[in-house]
């Protein structure tokens, strides 16, 4: 299986596993930053070379020795369960992506005939009733991820113990697990740790947040789209999320961790 979702700097300095929607475009920025003294033009999802990606066959080599060896400081990221999905629903489901069009071409359309979601119009900014749609999402989420219907789960809505797994079962380890909510200071941690070609501050380097205006602004506050059935949805699909990573599950409204992690016990539990 090897590492997907797994990149690393040209010099080698810190190993990064990807988990979609937790800050990865503004830490791959940093990480191109921290090899050439510049930020890579365009969104570093695309870039090609400057940096390692287990996409890149040439660098599927050096990573896997790396990792194995444990030759580089290796982190991920992880964010609220509870924004997370909702970001992802705002981006992927009702937004424009970058090419102009839909995500995932025929996605939204099987959405609207089998679930009765609404996304608003063409530019994914028309009111649609967000709460509803969004509960109706959940449920399509739920599907894929349960029963893998009427398709597999998608990277930005499968959970995010899953992603970090992967590394760990085929021979990686993690010196550092942090928190989107708390960034600068997880981050902060990653960069004391290693020693980086180009001097890397934190303070000036800007958030790259590639979803921006892709789809509608959150009109209500995050709880709001969470009721019963929505909280019980979300815990079928990422009660390990909560439970590793440190998250409150009760209440929506918390977007912040309620313990630390535990880098012994995610490594025992994920490492199956």
């Not at 004391?192 to 209500?220: M, Q, W, Y």
Request: hydrophobic share 35%; with cysteine.
């Amino acid at each position: 299986m090897g590492f997907p979702g797994t990149w690393m700097t040209e010099s080698e300095s810190v190993v990064y596993r990807v988990v979609p929607k937790c800050a990865c475009s503004t830490i791959g920025q940093i990480m191109y930053y921290s090899d050439h003294g510049a930020f890579f033009d365009g969104d570093i999802h695309d870039a090609t070379s400057g940096m390692h990606k287990w996409a890149i066959e040439a660098s599927q080599d050096p990573i896997t020795r790396n990792v194995q060896n444990h030759e580089s400081y290796a982190f991920t990221c992880v964010r609220n369960p509870y924004t997370r999905i909702l970001s992802s629903f705002f981006d992927k489901i009702c937004g424009i992506q970058r090419n102009g069009k839909r995500y995932r071409g025929n996605l939204v359309p099987l959405l609207v005939q089998k679930y009765g979601i609404e996304v608003g119009g063409e530019d994914g900014k028309d009111e649609f009733d967000q709460i509803q749609s969004f509960r109706r999402f959940l449920l399509f989420a739920r599907d894929t991820i349960r029963w893998r219907r009427p398709m597999d789960p998608d990277i930005h809505w499968s959970a995010m113990s899953g992603h970090v797994s992967t590394f760990i079962v085929n021979g990686g380890r993690y010196d550092k697990i942090f928190w989107t909510e708390s960034f600068n200071d997880g981050m902060g941690d990653v960069l004391k740790a290693i020693k980086t070609k180009k001097k890397v501050d934190l303070k000036k380097i800007p958030r790259f947040n590639e979803s921006e205006g892709h789809g509608p602004k959150r009109a209500h506050p995050v709880e709001d789209y969470f009721d019963d059935l929505s909280m019980h949805l979300v815990y079928e699909m990422y009660h390990r999320d909560f439970d590793l990573f440190k998250y409150d599950f009760d209440d929506p409204s918390n977007k912040m961790p309620i313990g630390e992690i535990d880098l012994d016990e995610v490594h025992a539990k994920l490492g199956d």
